[in-house]
Every structure is written in C-alpha cells, then in structure tokens.
C-alpha cells in the first residue's frame, strides 16, 4: 500500500471522530517542560488543526522551568515545600515576568499564518485575561507560602462566550484576588477547575512520557478511575499530579482525560482520531462497552462475522436470522464499532450454547474474549444453568485454558445432536458452571 492510499484510508477513517469531535469542549495543558521541547510547534499545529475541525479549545500553560531561569537572572533563590514554590514578593516578580514572556510566546506561535506553513490561513484568535481568581494557599505545616496559591473559581460563563465566538482561550499557571493580589498556581490546579467549571467533554495533559506505563514499561492504554487510583502510589512528580488529576476529574464529571506525550510528534491526533490511541485514557468505565446486543448492532456484528465465515471458522449467518437472534448476543463496542461479539443459545433447563465467539482481527490478544465469556457465564448462572458446551473448529485451545473439558457429541442435547454437521466434525466441549 502506497502512502497516498494509506492516508486515504486514515482520513476516511477519522472521519467519525472529526463529527463526534465537532462543537466540543476540550481543555489540553501542557506544563513549561513541553513549550521548551522541539516538538512544540508540532503541538501548536495540531492544536491549529482542531480548532479549524470545530472544537472549542481552552488551553492551560505552566511555567516552572522559565520561573527558574528568570530567578536565576535575578540571583534570586526560590524555596519549596512538599514540592510547592514558596513564592516571596521576590520570587513574584520572576513569576509575573516568566508567565508574561511563555504568554506571550503562545500567542505568537498560534498567530503565525505564512504561506507554506501547516497554519497558513488559520488566522486563530487567542484570548486571555483574569478569568482565574485565587486565594492564598497560606500556612502549611508552619510554612507560609505566601504569593503561591490556588484556584477560587473560573469565570465559567465568560469563556464559554469567548468559545461560542469561536475564540481559543488561554489560562496561565496564575490567578487574581479580589483585592488585586496576583499568586502563582499550579498549572493542573487550574486546569482541573476549568474542565470541571466548563463541563469540558475532555481534558488532553500532555507530559514527557507515553502517558502512563505498566511494570514491563509498556504504556497502558486505558484506565478507569478506580484502576489508576491503585497506580498513584507507584507514580513520582508530575505524572502523579497529572493522574491525580486526571482521577479528580474524571470523578467531577469529566468524561475522558488523555495523558499523552508532547515529545511523540502526531501524538495528539493520533490519540483523537484513532481507535488505538497513543496515550492513556482515564475515564469512569471501562472504554470498551460490554453490553446486551440490539438491532442496531446487526451490521456490525455481520460485518464482524464474515471475515470468520469466509475462512470457514463460523458457520454463515444471514442477516434475518441474526436480526431474529439479535437478543442472544452480547457485544464489546469501541467507538461506534463492534469489536467482538458471542451469544448465548439456551437448550434445556440446565444446558446452553456458547456461540459465535469473535473478535475483531485489530483487537485479538486482548480480553475481549475473556470477558464475553464471563459475561455469558454471569448470564447463564442468573438462568440457573448448570452447563456451556460450544462446539469449535479452530480455537480449541483457547476454550481449554478457559475451563472447558472435550466431549463427545453423544452428550449433546437432543435437539443439538440432530442439527451437528458431521461434515465440519467440530469439536465438542463443555464447562460446568
């Protein structure tokens, strides 16, 4: 496949994530860190590029690293405290300068526009202000920390009309009083208030890292809140602020928080527009939706089926029978597509048919499988079943390591055994419940 066809393919493709996407509400932070790295101006056109796809976007910026090296100029020492800067009027002073300069730094690359450039045309309005207000974090621990503070409120219903006039929205790691005082904030302090205050469909932090990674140091795709809450522990720095984060608003009613990479140039897209990711996603459920089947779900299922059909795996399944059958089957969507499917075919009082197991050729060698059968095993217990036979032609094993004892066809129900086909001579196994 020549790369003209593949991008074709995986435009088409992103095609329901550009609708889905259209007139959302995403909030992306990015620390000081990411600003510094080369890849940023990649990051900036991806983020140009959402914004000329529709979505309403508030961006929320730190500044730790420009803090230092504006107080290194200025000799002037900084102190922490539980990994806080305690910012002194000094210390205040490199803040205002550091926040203003990356500020100012992020208008100017979302403003460029020459010919030849990715942005070219897109002619982005940013807008920033006092849409922070903060109190001090005062006294802890006997500790004052002074002009370091955090977030009171966002003024919610004022950036929500700066992104109805199609307006990009800029939040620094910094916030007002109401009696004038300026304090520096944490950067995921202030983006947890605004994806919470504006009920934002999603909250994209990037970091240095893939998102979060497993103990073999592979990332880990996807996690729900209460899997990530037994990950904190394990987590140091900034990834554990940002999956505590994360947790928070997920908890608040922030549907989906992606931890991506601003190192991976295309991670933000390829995180947004693919089935895959290139991330971790932190969300209430699990991703993947386990669920009854319904009518709805007959094409897919069907289009799921024949690949299996055609190598001869499962038996051909018209689309009426299936539409007569649809409430038999259990299905695992993922994004408007179903990934795998299995149904359920009850024969006596005590005994049923474990059928049509499939999973998408892109998602084998995940659970989906396992959890379909433990879903129908759920389901058949709740019947009062006592036993699942299925019968196999190639997957044998799997059925094995998953409890199931060969068997001969002789112990088939009655009404099984007169339609078995000899000429398939599929394997026969069974599971007591």
């Not at 075919?345 to 959890?371: I, K």
Request: aromatic share 8%; with cysteine.
């Amino acid at each position: 496949m020549n790369d003209t066809t593949a991008y074709v393919q995986w435009f088409r493709q992103s095609s329901p994530y550009i609708n889905a996407h259209r007139g959302k509400t995403f909030v992306i932070m990015f620390d000081g860190d990411a600003l510094m790295h080369p890849n940023f101006d990649t990051v900036i056109q991806d983020i140009a590029l959402l914004n000329s796809l529709g979505v309403r976007l508030v961006l929320v910026h730190g500044a730790r690293p420009q803090i230092d090296a504006v107080l290194e100029r200025l000799d002037i020492s900084s102190n922490f405290h539980n990994d806080l800067r305690i910012t002194d009027s000094e210390a205040l002073r490199a803040v205002k300068a550091a926040v203003g300069m990356v500020k100012a730094d992020i208008e100017s690359r979302l403003s460029l526009g020459i010919p030849g450039s990715p942005m070219h045309g897109s002619r982005i309005r940013v807008v920033s202000g006092n849409f922070v207000t903060a109190k001090p974090l005062g006294v802890i621990d006997g500790v004052d920390f002074q002009h370091t503070g955090e977030v009171r409120r966002v003024e919610h219903q004022a950036v929500n009309s700066l992104l109805d006039q199609q307006n990009v929205v800029l939040l620094s790691c910094s916030g007002y009083s109401p009696s004038g005082e300026m304090f520096n904030l944490g950067v995921e302090d202030v983006a947890y208030h605004a994806a919470t205050s504006l009920r934002a469909d999603k909250l994209i932090a990037f970091n240095a890292g893939e998102g979060l990674l497993d103990d073999s140091g592979e990332p880990i795709k996807e996690l729900t809140c209460r899997q990530l809450e037994l990950h904190l522990p394990e987590l140091k720095d900034s990834q554990r602020w940002q999956a505590d984060m994360a947790m928070r608003c997920v908890r608040q009613g922030v549907p989906r928080v992606h931890l991506i990479s601003y190192e991976t140039d295309g991670a933000l897209l390829q995180e947004l527009f693919t089935r895959e990711g290139k991330g971790t996603l932190v969300s209430q459920d699990a991703y993947d939706q386990l669920r009854a089947a319904n009518i709805d779900d007959v094409a897919g299922i069907l289009d799921l089926l024949r690949p299996l059909e055609e190598q001869g795996v499962l038996v051909r399944r018209s689309r009426e029978l299936l539409e007569n059958e649809i409430h038999r089957f259990f299905v695992i969507e993922r994004d408007g597509l179903i990934t795998a499917c299995a149904a359920v075919y009850p024969y006596s009082e005590d005994q049923a048919e474990l059928a049509c197991v499939a999973v998408h050729g892109d998602y084998r060698g995940s659970n989906r499988g396992q959890r379909l059968l433990e879903q129908i095993e759920q389901e058949a217990r709740r019947r009062n079943l006592k036993q699942l036979f299925v019968l196999t032609t190639r997957t044998a094993h799997w059925f094995v390591e998953h409890g199931f004892k060969a068997g001969q066809v002789s112990e088939l129900p009655q009404e099984k055994q007169k339609l078995y086909n000899y000429q398939r001579n599929s394997k026969v196994f069974f599971k007591t419940l």
